[in-house]
């Protein structure tokens, strides 16, 4: 938002332990350089016509800069709820006030050999017209699951949001076939 001083190295953030229990607290920046586990969120929003909201991160971004998003999130504040988090992420990288609590689906443990946190993937429905942060966000759609289909193998993909979607995917056809 406008108004909101953007998210920076030095903000603090809760360290958690495999079980997602708080364990201490360390800077953004801290965190990412010595690969503390801490918390983050992922938010697919879709618009009124149900598509997907989909990005490319600015260049400037600490983790993943200038690659391709499926979600709008980040990370979880310390002392933040994840649900707080949810909120405020996607009103901040979506530009708009006034959104629905996005509703809360699952979590999983994203560790790769420079990354670790705990990861909650929600849902929210945006009717409102976006107007992305420009600190977060370089470009921006609205795709079909089709669309969005076709792209995976066409462009970068973060690498976080890219095993959230494939978990998505699959929580939602576990639900179908249930």
Do not use: N
């Amino acid at each position: 938002m406008p108004d909101q001083e953007p998210r920076s190295a030095d903000e603090l953030l809760d360290i958690v332990d495999e079980r997602d229990r708080v364990v201490g607290q360390a800077r953004r920046g801290d965190a990412m350089a010595h690969r503390l586990r801490h918390r983050c969120v992922f938010i697919q929003a879709r618009d009124a016509q149900g598509r997907i909201f989909v990005h490319r991160r600015t260049a400037e971004k600490l983790v993943f800069p200038s690659l391709y998003d499926m979600f709008v999130g980040g990370v979880v504040g310390a002392g933040e709820s994840y649900d707080e988090a949810a909120l405020r992420e996607a009103e901040e990288e979506l530009g708009v006030r006034g959104l629905p609590a996005p509703v809360p689906l699952f979590s999983f443990l994203y560790e790769t050999p420079e990354h670790t946190w705990w990861s909650r993937i929600y849902e929210v429905r945006c009717e409102l017209p976006v107007d992305p942060q420009v600190e977060e966000v370089a470009w921006h759609t609205f795709l079909t699951e089709e669309e969005l289909t076709r792209r995976l193998p066409e462009w970068e993909w973060v690498p976080d949001g890219r095993e959230a979607y494939r978990r998505l995917v699959e929580w939602r056809r576990e639900r179908l076939e249930a």
